[in-house]
């Protein structure tokens, strides 16, 4: 267990899902308890298909999490560079195929970090003298490097005093790459897959569609899924030149098939929700979801890797707990045919109103490999925050964070 400013937690260590956070609670100022937030979560799948369909490539669709194992390639980090100098380690412990213990070293660290944000301020400048108040962001940040074959994906959570959650992969190593005869880009008549990077080597283009595991369980197990839509409407108050303003619509999500949401499309806010709590003005608590990197899924529907693949087809969804859904692109990847995935789950249009629900979340990056990343890869950091509503009141920015040691 971790206590650290208002947060308590358990951090686990596994062979396929590498890090797993659960039993999150915050300490609410106002009501003076531990509040209930999130139950388990933790990376479900990280698939990563490549776009060369011809013969010696066309097989190369990755699952790193269910084929290789986040925690199985799990590596050592390194002090001061992987993790700053107040960082505390942990060793891995998995089991080998006969059963026996194996340790890595390192596989896991947790430090405070001080990135020289601001969580909150005002300045009430318009008074005699100057007002001003300020509080830093600060957030305890859990990290573990896997490496698989040429990429290597640095996995944070981050938790931060505001009640906020956030998680996000650094994705770095090397290109794929396929030799060509090519040594400069004019060379180049035909569908080529990918950029040429440096002379007679391609970088090939791919995907990667990161899935998230998110059993929220806001203060207690019955949760709703909220859509709130962003809508345009037309002033019909003649009283004003006003010709048009925006509201919200809220919807509660009944059932599975309405969870499914490729974001981007329209503008809008989605949130977990617990009806039956209640702020003091009315409101019910919960936890607003800020998505990082989305975009399409560009393969063709009855692309045999699309449906294996299948949590590529939208961003957001949502089911009811179910004990033996747990991996997003099926529990045995390496011989799925589709026929296991949140997909064929979802099909099922489980109701999911004032239920024990889970938010699974898949970011998205389109990778178009450019000249200057060889050979290291720089590190995009797609992530995603989950913002908390309703907990704790105005305190949690005035009386936060604490004084660090």
């Known amino acids: ?83 700053p100098a107040n960082a505390v380690f942990i060793d891995g412990y998995l089991a080998n195929q006969d059963g026996l213990p194996v340790k890595t070293s390192n596989a896991l660290c947790i430090f405070e970090r001080h990135a020289g944000d601001i969580m909150w301020r005002h300045t009430e400048s318009e008074l005699p003298r100057d007002i001003r108040e300020v509080r830093p962001e600060v957030s305890l940040v859990v990290r573990m490097v896997a490496t698989g074959s040429n990429y290597d994906y640095i ?20 290109l794929e790459v396929r030799p060509v005869t090519y040594t400069n880009a004019d060379q180049i008549k035909e569908e080529a897959h990918g950029t040429l990077v440096a002379e007679n080597t391609i970088g090939v283009y791919h995907d990667h569609f990161i899935n998230y595991y998110l059993d929220l369980d806001i203060d207690g197990d019955a949760n709703s899924f909220v859509n709130t839509n962003l809508v345009t409407k037309n002033n019909t108050n003649g009283k004003t030149p006003r010709k048009s303003y925006w509201t919200v619509e809220k919807e509660t999500v009944k059932t599975e098939l309405d969870s499914r949401i490729l974001l981007g499309t329209k503008p809008m806010e989605l949130s977990l929700e617990n009806l039956n709590k209640k702020t003091k003005v009315g409101h019910p608590v919960g936890y607003r979801l800020l998505p990082g990197f989305f975009t399409v899924p560009l393969l063709a529907l009855d692309d045999y890797p699309h449906i294996r693949g299948a949590i590529s087809n939208y961003n957001v969804w949502v089911t009811p707990y179910n004990k033996s859904e747990k991996w997003a692109a099926g529990e045995h990847v390496d011989r799925s045919h589709g026929d296991d995935t949140l997909l064929t789950w979802t099909n099922k249009n489980r109701p999911i109103e004032n239920k024990d629900i889970v938010l699974w979340y898949t970011m998205v990056i389109h990778h178009v490999p450019v000249l200057k990343v060889i050979p290291p890869e720089q590190v995009p950091w797609p992530n995603w925050t989950a913002k908390c509503v309703g907990f704790g009141g105005p305190l949690i920015y005035l009386n936060g964070p604490v004084k660090l040691n």
């Open 1 to 83: 267990m971790i206590r650290w400013v208002n947060w308590e937690f358990h951090l686990a260590f596994d062979a396929r899902m590498g890090p797993i956070i659960s039993l999150a609670l915050i300490y609410d100022l106002e009501q003076h308890k531990y509040r209930r937030v999130l139950y388990r979560g933790y990376v479900s799948e990280l698939y990563v298909p490549y776009q060369d369909p011809r013969e010696g490539w066309y097989q190369m669709s990755f699952f790193d999490n269910g084929e290789f194992g986040f925690g199985l390639t799990a590596v050592p980090l390194e002090p001061l560079n992987d993790c």
């Open 155 to 174: 996995l944070d959570w981050e938790l931060k005093p505001s009640g906020s959650i956030k998680s996000g992969v650094g994705l770095t190593g090397v």
